[in-house]
């Protein structure tokens, strides 16, 4: 979605994440009435941060520009 960004703010964007869906995971496991320990939560919130960092930050498979044929007269 961001396009190509150096591998330090990819990493970064993964990382806060990671920290943000663990927190939401851990803040719903208190504020709901789910039955769910805050550990549990939170790793789920984790895993599903992680996949949306993933999804935000990865680079299109085809980044490279096709070579157009030039035909001369």
């Not at 208190?30 to 939560?41: D, P, Q, R």
Request: hydrophobic share 50%.
């Amino acid at each position: 979605m961001f396009g190509r960004l150096p591998a330090l703010h990819r990493a970064l964007v993964v990382l806060v994440g990671l920290a943000i869906g663990a927190f939401a995971g851990f803040w719903t496991s208190h504020a709901t009435s789910l039955g769910l320990s805050g550990a549990v939560s939170a790793g789920i919130g984790a895993a599903l941060g992680v996949v949306v960092a993933y999804a935000v930050a990865r680079e299109p498979h085809d980044h490279h520009p096709h070579r157009l044929r030039v035909r001369r007269r």
